[in-house]
C-alpha cells in the first residue's frame, strides 16, 4: 500500500528531478574537493555554500506550493517556519562552541554570559545533542504550524483574512525573538559557530557535506510531495483549493486536510532553515521578517505554483538573480524584484513551468488535430488544451 | 406517518437572515425510497431548506431528524454526508481541474479520512462502479477530460453522478435540469426515478414539464413554508398555488 503510493510518487518527471538532485549533490562537493584548483570544472569554495543556500531556499519554496499551489492556503508567514528551524539548529551549534567562546564559558553562550545569566534556560537543555536539536527542528515547526492551522482551519478563516493572520504570526515572532531577554541572542542571533557534529563547519569538505545534504534532502521533501500530490489525498487537496464547500458536502473534514499539509510543510520548511544556518553561518531575527515571507511567494509564483518543480526552478533562479543584482546594483534589487512579481502574474500567471508546459500541450493539441483533419475521421473534436 | 417511519422529518423549522424569514415553520416529510418534488417561487426558501438539512445553516427553531432518530441539527457537513445525504448545487460545482473519472473517485463511498486518502487504490470494484456511473451519466468516452471542458448540462449530469458514487439514502437535487436541452432533461427524469427505485430524492425545479415527467408528490413552498401538497394535478388546482406560484 504504502510501496506503491511511493511508486506512484516517482513517474518519470519526477524520477528525472530525484536523480538530478541526486546527481547535483554528488557531483558537486566532488568537483570542489578533488578537481585541482584553476580546472575548469572545478566548482569554486565559494559557490558551495551559495548554492547550498539556493538549495534550502527551493525546499522552502516547495513547502510553501503544497499548501499554496495544491491547497489554496496563502501562507504569507512560512518564513516562520524556517527561521524556528533554522534557531533549533543555530541553538546546537552555540552549544557546540563550549568553552571556546570569547567569555570560555563551557557551558553558556557568549552572549548568556554578556547578559550577566547564570545558568542555561531551561529551553537550551539538550540542544548539545544533535539528535535532540534535529527533533526540534521538525517539532517546533511542525507543533506551531499544527496550533496554529487547528484554531485558523477549524475557525473557517480562509483567503486574505488566512494570509493577515500567518503575515501577524511571523511579525509577532520577529518582535519576540529582536528581545534580548527571550534567550535567543536578540538582534544579533546566534553566530560565530565553531563545529557541527565535531567537525570544523567552516572546513571544505563540512561545507561540501552540508551542500550535499541539502540537495538530498530537497530530494526527499520532493518525493514526500510528490507522493502527496498524486495519490488521492492530492486530489482532495485541489478539490479544496477550487470548491471548498463541495469538498465538505460530499464528507471530506476539509480542515483535517488543510491542517495536515500545513503542518507536512512546516515541517518541510524547518529542516530547510536547519540546513540553511550552518552554510550562511548565522541566524537573526530578520528571518522572520514579513518581507522574507512574501519573497518565498514571489519564488513560487515565478516559477509555477502548483507544480513541484515549479517553486524550485523559481526559488534558485530568483536568489541567484538576486546575488548578481546585489553585487551590481543593489539598490535596485527590491525594485526588480517588485517588478518580476508584477511581470510574472500578468504575463506568466501559471510561472516559468507553466508557460512551458502550456506552450508543449498547446502544440501537442495542434500536431493531434493536424493529424485528426489529414485522416478520415473528420468528427474528431478539435480540443485546444484546457484552460486550467 | 410517525417520525421513526421516515427517512428525513423536519417539523417547526424556521430560519431569519437579519430579520427576515427565510424559512417560516417549515414542515416536510421524506419517506424511504421515495421521489418528492419541490416547487415554489424564487425566494421561497427551497435552497435555504436544503442547506438546513446538509449542515450549511443552523436553523433558528425547529427539528431536523434523519431516520427518525440522528439530530441534523447537530452535526456539521462532512457528518451529514457521511450519515448518507448527498448534494447537488443550484449552480453545478464540480472539481473543474480534475478529470471526469477523478470526480467520481472523489465522490466514492470510501474512507474519508486524511491518511485513507494518501494510500487510497481504487481496487476492481471500485473501478467498475465508477465506469457503471461514467455510463450512466453518459460520459464514460470523455472520461479522461477535466471537469471544466463539459457543458453546462453536462456538469449537472456529472454532479448526479457524483451523488450515486457517493451511495447515499438520501438525494437533495437542487435545479438539474437547468442549461439542459428537452431531450437531456427528459433523460434526467428517467435517471432520477430510476434512482429513487432504491432510495430517496428530493428534486427542486421550476420546469413544469420535468416535473410531470417526474410524476412524484409535488410539494409547493412559498415564503419558507408548505403551501400545498400533493399530485401535480392536485396542486395546480389550487388557487393560492396558482396566486402565488403558477398564475405569475
Ligand atoms: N445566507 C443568506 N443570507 C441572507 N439571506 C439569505 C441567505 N440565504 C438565503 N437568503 C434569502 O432567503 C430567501 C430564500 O432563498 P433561497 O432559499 O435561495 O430561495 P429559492 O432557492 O427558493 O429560490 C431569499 O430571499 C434569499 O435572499
Ligand atoms: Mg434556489
Redesign the pocket.
Known amino acids: 500500500m504504502i510501496t506503491q503510493t511511493l511508486i506512484r510518487a516517482l513517474d518519470r518527471k519526477a524520477l528525472f528531478v530525484v536523480a538530478l538532485l541526486l546527481f547535483i549533490a554528488v557531483a558537486v562537493p566532488v568537483s570542489n574537493l578533488y578537481l585541482p584548483e584553476g580546472h575548469p570544472l572545478r566548482v569554486p569554495d565559494h559557490f558551495v555554500p551559495l548554492f547550498g543556500k539556493y538549495l534550502t531556499y527551493a525546499m522552502l519554496a516547495l513547502a510553501l506550493d503544497l499548501v499554496w499551489g495544491y491547497c489554496g492556503i496563502l501562507s504569507l508567514g512560512h518564513g516562520a517556519f524556517f527561521a524556528l528551524g533554522g534557531y533549533a539548529m543555530g541553538m546546537y551549534l552555540m552549544r557546540q562552541i563550549g568553552d571556546r567562546g570569547v567569555y570560555a564559558n563551557p557551558v553558556l553562550p557568549d552572549f548568556m554570559v554578556f547578559l550577566n545569566w547564570k545558568e542555561l534556560p531551561w529551553f537550551w537543555h539538550g540542544f548539545d545533542m544533535f539528535w535532540f536539536a534535529a527533533l526540534m527542528v521538525v517539532a517546533v515547526p511542525g507543533l506551531l504550524a499544527f496550533v496554529f492551522g487547528w484554531l485558523a482551519f477549524r475557525s473557517r478563516v480562509t483567503g486574505v483574512y488566512l494570509s493577515i493572520i500567518s503575515q501577524a504570526m511571523t511579525y509577532a515572532l520577529l518582535l519576540a525573538f529582536f528581545r534580548n531577554d527571550m534567550g535567543f541572542g536578540g538582534n544579533n542571533g546566534l553566530t560565530d559557530f565553531k563545529d557541527i557534529l565535531g567537525t570544523p563547519i567552516q572546513s571544505g569538505t563540512t561545507r561540501a557535506v552540508l551542500f550535499a545534504a541539502s540537495a538530498i534532502a530537497l530530494a526527499l521533501a520532493f518525493l514526500v510531495c510528490s507522493a502527496i500530490v498524486r495519490s488521492k489525498l492530492g486530489k482532495v487537496l485541489v478539490a479544496v483549493r477550487d470548491a471548498e464547500s463541495r469538498t465538505r458536502f460530499l464528507g471530506y473534514r476539509v480542515d483535517n486536510y488543510k491542517l495536515f499539509a500545513f503542518t507536512a510543510s512546516a515541517i518541510i520548511a524547518g529542516i530547510a532553515g536547519a540546513l540553511y544556518v550552518p552554510q550562511v553561518g548565522i541566524i537573526n531575527p530578520g528571518e522572520f521578517a514579513p518581507a522574507n515571507s512574501i519573497e518565498i511567494v514571489i519564488w513560487t509564483a515565478v516559477g509555477g505554483r502548483g507544480t513541484l518543480i515549479g517553486p524550485i526552478i523559481g526559488a534558485v533562479l530568483v536568489n541567484a538573480g538576486k546575488s548578481w543584482f546585489t553585487g551590481v546594483l543593489p539598490e535596485f534589487w527590491l525594485f526588480a524584484l517588485g517588478g518580476l512579481f508584477v511581470a510574472v502574474t500578468i504575463l506568466l500567471p501559471k510561472g516559468i513551468v507553466g508557460a512551458f508546459t502550456g506552450g508543449w500541450s498547446a502544440l501537442k493539441a495542434r500536431r493531434a488535430s493536424a493529424r485528426a483533419e489529414e485522416g478520415t475521421n473528420l468528427s474528431g473534436d478539435l480540443k485546444t488544451s484546457p484552460a486550467e | 406517518m410517525g417520525r421513526q417511519e421516515t427517512l428525513l422529518y423536519l417539523d417547526g423549522v424556521s430560519v431569519s437572515?437579519?430579520g427576515?424569514k427565510?424559512?417560516n415553520n417549515l414542515s416536510l416529510i421524506v419517506g424511504h425510497n421515495e421521489l418528492q418534488a419541490i416547487i415554489?417561487?424564487?425566494?421561497?426558501?427551497?435552497?435555504?431548506?436544503?442547506?438546513i438539512i446538509t449542515g450549511k445553516?443552523r436553523p433558528d427553531e425547529g427539528d431536523v431528524y434523519f431516520s427518525g432518530t440522528v439530530d441534523l441539527t447537530k452535526l456539521d457537513e462532512a457528518a451529514i454526508a457521511e450519515l448518507g445525504i448527498g448534494r447537488k448545487f443550484?449552480k453545478p460545482t464540480v472539481f473543474e481541474s480534475h478529470t471526469i473519472r477523478d470526480n467520481l473517485e472523489l465522490a466514492l463511498k470510501k474512507p474519508r479520512d486524511v491518511f485513507s486518502a494518501w494510500f487510497y487504490q481504487p481496487d476492481d470494484k471500485d473501478t467498475a462502479r465508477i465506469d457503471e456511473i461514467l455510463d450512466m451519466v453518459r460520459l464514460t468516452a470523455r472520461a479522461q477530460e477535466l471537469a471544466a471542458n463539459l457543458s453546462h448540462g453536462q456538469k449537472q449530469w456529472l454532479e448526479i453522478g457524483m451523488l450515486l458514487a457517493q451511495d447515499p439514502q438520501l438525494l437533495l437535487v437542487?435545479e438539474p435540469v437547468a442549461g439542459m436541452t428537452d431531450a437531456e432533461t427528459v433523460e434526467t427524469a428517467k435517471l432520477l426515478k430510476d434512482i429513487a427505485t432504491t432510495r430517496s430524492v428530493v428534486v427542486?425545479e421550476h420546469d413544469m414539464s420535468f416535473i410531470r415527467d417526474l410524476a412524484a408528490r409535488v410539494t409547493v413552498?412559498a415564503e419558507?413554508s408548505v403551501l400545498a401538497q400533493g399530485s401535480l394535478d392536485h396542486v395546480s388546482a389550487d388557487p393560492r398555488v396558482i396566486e402565488s406560484y403558477l398564475g405569475r
Open positions: 437572515f437579519d427576515f427565510a424559512i415554489g417561487p424564487n425566494g421561497a426558501g427551497k435552497t435555504t431548506m436544503m442547506d445553516t443550484q437542487d427542486v413552498l419558507g
